[in-house]
């Protein structure tokens, strides 16, 4: 699968985008990142991230070739005929990963199922927090990474739909790369810092970039969303319970009540801010300024002072967070 997708992360294609069923059609290239389709336009610009599990296609053998994310059919990726190569690649890759099982195959099946038969034989269904550790430790990256798009996606049934303006979108890419988190999404409403998701997924509030005056405050909210929640799937486990464990063994996927469960309570009360010590060593692995974050959650500073006096990076960074017209479009990512 691996060596797959490096020779397909070197196909591109021209293709038709249409973000809106009222906008016009847009020329655009499309390339294949990691696990995500990305449409940029002729200046390389990314103008939107498709996550390949999310990708349906409209007219299946038709050409060209029609394809949107799910739960937004009205935005579109038309391929034509000159890049059949392209449309074969993007629908193998989305097929691949599209659930963890389906490409696991019959071995990988048996061998988790009969993984969850010997630990109850074991007499593990009493130790619920034992057998989330199992699971945790034999789930592959891919299905972390597909539990962390399906809760982004749950959640915007509480937040709205992601803002992603077409000069915003760019920013986020940046800060994503700057952070080395997979994905982030900012939000319009309903959350105010940031929360982490499985699969190195952060959700970050409106109110985190718009209403700070420095970079290091959004990103510092992302730090600290995963310094908090070293692994995110373990919350989801716990939320779900031993049946939430048996069935990501057996089948590598979790029902979408306990995803959606486990959203609702994230939004509703974020889990605990990590240790200061924990904090620090965070900031510093990212190369994020500390200090803008402590005096964004104490003004006063007086409940965050030990975060103040022991911040690493107390002066500019000689790579910031993001440049200026990144944040500036960051910014107004909500906007219309």
């Not at 016009?24 to 002729?42: E, P």
Request: aromatic share 4%; hydrophobic share 45%; proline share 7%.
């Amino acid at each position: 699968m691996s060596t797959a997708l490096e020779k397909f992360q070197r196909l591109e294609a021209t293709a038709l985008w249409r973000q809106t069923p009222d906008a016009q059609r847009r020329d655009v290239i499309v390339s294949l990142g990691d696990a995500t389709l990305v449409i940029k336009d002729s200046n390389d610009r990314a103008l939107a991230h498709w996550s390949l599990p999310a990708v349906r296609r409209l007219n299946p053998d038709q050409m060209p070739a029609i394809f949107f994310p799910d739960g937004d059919d009205g935005e579109t990726l038309e391929i034509g005929d000159d890049y059949v190569e392209a449309v074969e690649a993007i629908e193998k890759l989305r097929k691949a990963v599209a659930r963890p099982h389906k490409q696991s195959g019959r071995l990988r099946k048996f061998v988790l199922a009969a993984t969850a038969l010997t630990i109850a034989g074991l007499g593990v269904f009493w130790l619920p927090a034992a057998l989330a550790n199992h699971a945790l430790r034999v789930v592959p990256n891919v299905a972390r990474q597909t539990i962390g798009q399906d809760m982004q996606h749950l959640a915007t049934r509480l937040t709205g739909q992601p803002c992603r303006s077409s000069d915003g979108l760019p920013a986020v890419d940046a800060l994503q790369k700057r952070l080395k988190i997979r994905a982030i999404t900012v939000v319009p409403s309903a959350l105010r810092e940031a929360i982490a998701l499985p699969g190195n997924v952060v959700l970050l509030g409106r109110d985190a970039v718009e209403d700070f005056e420095e970079p290091d405050v959004a990103a510092g909210f992302a730090v600290a969303a995963q310094a908090a929640s070293p692994d995110p799937l373990r919350g989801v486990l716990e939320s779900g319970g031993i049946t939430a464990s048996l069935r990501l063994l057996t089948t590598g996927m979790l029902p979408e009540r306990v995803l959606m469960r486990r959203v609702e309570e994230l939004i509703s009360a974020p889990p605990t801010a990590a240790a200061d010590e924990t904090l620090i060593t965070a900031f510093e692995s990212k190369r994020v300024r500390l200090k803008p974050y402590a005096l964004a959650k104490d003004p006063s500073g007086e409940s965050t002072l030990a975060l103040i006096e022991a911040a690493p990076f107390t002066g500019q960074l000689p790579e910031p967070v993001l440049n200026d017209r990144y944040w500036v479009a960051l910014q107004g990512i909500c906007g219309s």
